[in-house]
């Protein structure tokens, strides 16, 4: 394929990746389990989010090496989704962009990009403050907060970081983590590295727990889980082979593209949720248009 096909065809899945987002499923609560989300499109305040759109600074005094070892990993804790940040659709600087519903089992690979001392101290999209000394992250689509491990694919350091901030939204990248996430991944000089990303805990991880990010009107006691719709594009036997899948197809479309592993330890590649079978329908047609795949609709 020539370079100028491949640049066409990329903007060509930007610009329906856009208007299959508006089609993604509004997430709807669910009794003993649940997830309540807004079904309103958010424009997020630019002022909170303009450090994952521009070049941010180190602190004046950065930390020694012993000091750096010293900050531990984010640890994980059973908590409900926030009430802010988790609109079911947000859009920044024009663009729109859905957070998923769940988000256990999530993996993605992708470049990840750092942020700090231009936001210290300032509202993260969770309503926490930023502090670039803690290991923290902001993620476009996955609920939050959530915890996950990354690890720097190009050295192997990994570290655990609480996911409470939304961005990147520059290029490609799929994360924004702390300064301090940067330093122990070893990225800070690059400002940029090849990333594995795995939820290793959330809110929808634990059984028997109501979570309510916005609280209901009425009663959800009698609300039947919704049915979800996902285009699957391949299922593995090696997490490997399904992780190299999920980064390719990242670049080619613009949407929520998890890796699940089922209990027979297949790891499935699947874009979605939508919110029915004909709009899953059109965006497994146009898969068929930019990959040489044989992608299915699966409902769950």
């Known amino acids: 394929m020539t370079s100028n096909k491949l640049n066409v065809r990329t903007r060509s899945s ?25 079904s309103n499109t958010m424009a997020i305040d630019e002022t909170v989010l303009g450090a994952h759109t521009n070049v941010d600074a180190a602190p ?86 959530c915890y996950a491990r990354v690890t720097n694919t190009e050295n192997g350091k990994s570290v655990i970081v609480k996911i409470n901030d939304r961005g990147p939204f520059h290029g490609s990248r799929v994360m924004d983590v702390s300064w301090a996430a940067a330093a122990k991944l070893d990225m800070i000089g690059t400002g940029t590295a090849k990333i594995k990303l795995e939820v290793v805990s ?26 979800q719709f996902f285009v699957q594009v391949g299922s593995f036997s090696t997490q490997d082979n399904a992780l190299n899948l999920q980064s390719k197809l990242s670049e080619l479309v613009a949407l929520p593209i998890e890796v699940s592993t089922t209990e027979s330890s297949k790891h499935k590649v699947q874009i979605g949720p939508f919110v029915d079978e004909i709009t899953a329908n059109k965006a497994r047609d146009y898969v068929l248009q930019v990959a040489a795949l044989n992608p299915i ?3 769950r």
């Open 14 to 38: 930007a610009f329906l990746s856009v208007l299959l987002v508006t089609c993604l499923h509004t997430p709807a609560a669910v009794a003993g389990n649940s997830v309540y989300f807004s």
């Open 60 to 145: 004046d005094v950065p930390l020694n090496a012993e000091q750096l070892a010293q900050i531990p990993d984010a640890t994980p804790v059973a908590e409900p989704f926030s009430q802010y940040g988790n609109a079911s659709q947000y859009s920044v600087l024009g663009k729109s962009y859905t957070v998923m519903a769940k988000a256990k089992n999530f993996k993605q690979v992708g470049m990840a990009s750092w942020y700090g001392k231009q936001f210290h101290g300032k509202r993260t999209s969770s309503g926490e403050k930023f502090d670039m000394y803690k290991l923290t992250a902001a993620h476009k689509n996955l609920p939050i907060p």
């Open 202 to 227: 959330s809110a929808d991880s634990y059984e028997n727990t109501a979570i309510a990010a916005v609280t209901p009107e009425k009663s959800t006691q009698d609300t039947p889980t919704p049915s």
């Open 297 to 299: 609709i699966v409902k």
